[in-house]
């Protein structure tokens, strides 16, 4: 009876120890605003954010998407922006990378887009390579989010 009670109590004390997954995942579900952007395209590298446009990647835990339109609410005819896209995506340690289901240019639909990503503080970076062979896209991009609050 006694090795009964204790067997009872071990199973308990067992039972009521908390595990707790050791995660080495990225914080990047949540909305991100483009803070920078920059292309590097053979020799060349230059800035290809545009402070008069807003963007955000909303990602959570199986898909991203992101929207990109003009501050002038479109009145401006020949500044009016908008484009959006989104997939599913992975992340394999810093690896993110991102499936692209949907997008208005649909010529850019089904392509694969591998970055590595990186996050300080309320900061993410994605650094990696677009390539479109179809329309002849091949360059290294570099982008920087802030997350939203």
Not at 101 to 126: A, H, M, S
């Amino acid at each position: 009876m006694k090795n009964y009670i204790a067997f009872v109590i071990a199973i308990l004390f067992f039972a009521s120890c908390e595990t707790k997954k050791e995660s080495n995942v990225l914080p990047l579900n949540g909305t991100w605003r483009l803070i920078s952007a920059e292309t590097t395209e053979k020799d060349s590298t230059f800035s290809t954010f545009n402070p008069k446009t807003k963007m955000i990647k909303i990602i959570n835990d199986s898909h991203f998407a992101f929207f990109n339109h003009d501050l002038n609410n479109g009145k401006d005819s020949t500044a009016a922006v908008f484009f959006g896209g989104g997939g599913k995506y992975t992340l394999k340690d810093s690896i993110y990378t991102e499936n692209l289901e949907f997008f208005n240019n649909r010529q850019w639909e089904n392509g694969k887009f591998e970055f590595v990503v990186k996050i300080k503080n309320d900061t993410l970076t994605q650094k990696g390579i677009e390539k479109v062979e179809k329309l002849g896209v091949d360059r290294i991009i570099t982008e920087k989010y802030v997350r939203e609050k």
